[in-house]
């Protein structure tokens, strides 16, 4: 386990925060672009050895302080019946859920074998991971998770989706049970925390977000408490103002660029890690204006004391997108580390 994350989880003072990008085993790196031209991608999430093998490259590369689970969060949807292949046009389910078709949907038994393989590459990725780095794991968001079941992506307006919540309600008795079990699996392989990533959440506002979606997040924190991380993307602040979520078990969250880190780091009542949140399309620009925004980035958060930067796990705001640098990415890793040391 690396002791700059367990230190995060625990909110213990640091001067140097632990480092993990989100997608940081992906498109833009060579170690991964090799593997894909052998494997298809379906094959390098679905085989153990080889999601462990795609995990290993950015930790040993870049010297990440984590590596994360590779896989995919749309596998429970295929799972629960609806089909899924990777094409030259993204991924692509083998219906669009519709009240007419949700019996479709299996069990969570029939469902969860098609899971397992998760819990293996997990293992694997355990085994082959150097002691002194920690190894999370990650599941899609349920709103999320239905979105992409309605919609085919998280695109567009989302339109459908907004305006059937009670599908998504019925959905949802299938799928947060599963997300639960799903949850178990990676940490019975070995995870320390388990990220619930919920892209599409930001699309909403807060208030649908309270009255439809915060109570199934709650509840798949209660089930493993303080051991979930919860990432939204585009969502502010004031969708984390209740009392049940402040009170919560979640154990701590990311957020993306769109927020001020050092407010969120700031917060008296805030609970776990902070992950994020450099903007990750400043990582294209010519090294010196890339050292320049990153400096920029790194100035007000190292204004603050070591007890409001407790639980920082530095990284990028969303996720390290295709044709990054890579040596933007192992710059950005030692600037962290020599400003935080």
């Not at 909110?11 to 790196?29: D, N």
């Amino acid at each position: 386990m690396n002791l700059r994350f367990q230190n995060a989880i625990n909110k213990i003072p640091q001067v140097t925060p632990p480092i993990w990008m989100m997608r940081q085993a992906g498109r833009y790196h060579g170690h991964y672009q090799k593997l894909r031209s052998k494997y298809s991608f379906m094959d390098l999430c679905k085989t153990p050895e080889l999601a462990a093998q795609v995990a290993f490259g950015p930790v040993e590369d870049f010297d990440f302080d984590l590596a994360i689970l590779f896989s995919d969060l749309l596998f429970p949807l295929e799972a629960l019946g609806m089909g899924l292949a990777y094409t030259d046009h993204g991924p692509q389910l083998g219906f669009s859920l519709r009240e007419e078709n949700i019996h479709r949907l299996v069990s969570v038994e029939e469902a969860l074998p098609h899971l397992e393989f998760q819990k293996e590459a997990m293992s694997l990725t355990r085994e082959g991971l150097s002691k002194e780095k920690s190894l999370i794991g990650f599941v899609g968001g349920p709103w999320t998770l239905f979105v992409y079941a309605c919609e085919g992506s998280h695109a567009g307006a989302l339109t459908y989706s907004m305006v059937h919540p009670h599908l998504y309600q019925e959905f949802s008795k299938k799928m947060v049970p599963l997300l639960e079990k799903n949850i178990r699996l990676q940490f019975e392989g070995g995870a320390e925390v388990v990220m619930v990533l919920d892209t599409a959440c930001g699309e909403v506002s807060p208030s649908f977000f309270k009255n439809n979606l915060e109570n199934d997040l709650i509840s798949l924190a209660q089930k493993f408490p303080h051991r979930l991380g919860y990432y939204s993307k585009g969502s502010n602040l004031d969708f984390f103002t209740s009392a049940a979520w402040k009170n919560s078990a979640w154990g701590g969250q990311g957020y993306d660029h769109r927020i001020s880190l050092q407010r969120v780091l700031s917060l008296k009542d805030r609970k776990g890690l902070v992950q994020g949140n450099f903007d990750q399309r400043l990582l294209f620009a010519d090294t010196p204006l890339f050292e320049k925004y990153l400096h920029e980035y790194l100035s007000p958060i190292k204004e603050l004391s070591l007890e409001e930067r407790s639980g920082w796990v530095c990284g990028v705001g969303h996720g390290v997108l295709p044709k990054t640098p890579e040596e933007n990415v192992r710059k950005f890793v030692e600037t962290v580390r020599e400003v935080f040391r």
